[in-house]
């Protein structure tokens, strides 16, 4: 299955600057996904991210709050803009990978952003 | 609608066996997957299910009735380790692959 090293793992960010997250994949994938988890909470999608096209953005994320670049097959990064405490989660990418009976989703290991 | 549900919290012994419910709306089903996330990691895939029936793997097994929109995930012989937040997740049609979770079962496990 696939690897994906995403960075940074965490960061502490002053209010209204922004963030980039980077996910490189160690194979190519068609789609890849990204999510995000408050805390104590479940994840939820923020939007999938398409090779060669704009990212499709799930309801209540618009692209001028999370902008995604997907350049390539294995590489994407999300920004968080504009950042305020509410953006306080872990931001999570995912790719959906082959597995030995069907298919399943590889996550990378997070990013903890903490907005003060 | 996409409504994953599954409880919030869940108690059990070691060595005893658990399990965990979800339900799901019905329309644009896809697959059904559960995922295991230990505090402060990533989720890590445990299992698939696309038909009905039940899939074993180990002390982990997962059901699935499409008719019902109902899964649950088995844990047998539950160890300490298996302390975890378990998310129920839907692919649907109308949301291309993407994995829709349910807001997580956690498990806490006692001695």
């Known amino acids: 299955s696939a690897v994906i090293s995403q960075k940074p793992s965490r960061d502490i960010c002053q209010r209204g600057t922004s963030l980039t997250i980077q996910c490189q994949v160690d194979?190519?994938?068609?789609?890849m996904f990204w999510y995000r988890q408050q805390p104590g909470q479940s994840l939820t999608l923020i939007a999938t991210?398409?090779?060669?096209?704009?990212?499709?953005?799930e309801s209540g994320f618009v692209i001028d709050k999370f902008p995604i670049s997907r350049p390539n097959l294995t590489f994407s990064t999300l920004t968080v803009s504009n950042m305020s405490p509410e953006d306080s989660s872990i931001y999570l990418c995912?790719?959906?990978?082959?597995?030995?009976?069907?298919?399943?989703?590889?996550f990378g290991s997070g990013t903890r952003l903490t907005v003060v | 609608g996409q409504n994953i549900d599954q409880p919030t919290e869940m108690t059990a012994t070691e060595g005893a066996i658990v399990q965990i419910n979800c339900t799901y709306q019905?329309?644009?089903?896809?697959?059904l997957f559960w995922y295991q996330q230990h505090a402060g990691e990533a989720p890590t895939f445990l299992s698939y299910?696309?038909?009905?029936g039940l899939e074993e793997k180990g002390r982990f097994s997962s059901f699935l009735s499409r008719s019902k929109g109902y899964s649950y995930l088995l844990l047998k012989e539950l160890q300490m380790k298996d302390s975890a937040s378990y998310l129920c997740?839907?692919?649907?049609?109308?949301?291309?692959?993407?994995?829709?979770f349910g807001k997580g079962t956690t498990l806490s496990v006692s001695s």
């Open positions: 995912s790719v959906e990978v082959p597995e030995t009976d069907g298919y399943g989703y590889t």
């Open positions: 194979s190519q994938v068609t789609m």
């Open positions: 991210a398409n090779q060669g096209s704009e990212a499709t953005y």
């Open positions: 019905t329309s644009g089903f896809n697959g």
């Open positions: 299910n696309v038909l009905d």
């Open positions: 997740a839907v692919t649907f049609r109308e949301a291309g692959t993407a994995l829709i």
